[in-house]
Nanobody, 116 residues
Framework: QVQLVESGGGLVQPGGSLRLSCAAS????????MKWYRQVPGKERELVAS????????NYADSVKDRFTISRDNAKNTVYLQMNSLKPEDTAVYYC?????????WGQGTQVTVSS
């Protein structure tokens, strides 16, 4: 059974940091590009960051460059999103995504709220 379980969301003040984790099971983790998306009610889901199979290549949305860092640990089947210098506009539900040629899996999402 495929599972992607996100954790680490919560309430943080502007300028603060959070680290999201996504634990994967039920598929060959190292064969999937891993991505983080976020979604605000009433808006389309937005790609935040992606990381290649062994972590050698990363990409970020312009809105989070130099503030967020995606990483993965293939031994632990886990992908991370370190979020620094958080802004109110980063408030969203953050989703973990595993992408391959023929398959894609989604987690259930974790809420991140940036507010004073």
């Amino acid at each position: 059974q495929v599972q992607l379980v996100e954790s680490g969301g919560g309430l943080v003040q502007p300028g603060g940091s959070l680290r999201l984790s996504c634990a994967a099971s039920g598929f060959t983790f190292s064969s999937y590009i891993m991505k983080w998306y976020r979604q605000v009610p009433g808006k389309e889901r937005e790609l935040v960051a992606s990381i290649s199979f062994v972590g050698g290549r990363t990409n970020y949305a312009d809105s989070v460059k130099d503030r967020f860092t995606i990483s993965r640990d293939n031994a632990k089947n886990t992908v991370y999103l370190q979020m620094n210098s958080l802004k109110p506009e980063d408030t969203a539900v953050y989703y973990c995504n595993a992408a391959a040629l023929r398959n894609a899996y989604w987690g259930q999402g974790t809420q991140v709220t940036v507010s004073s």
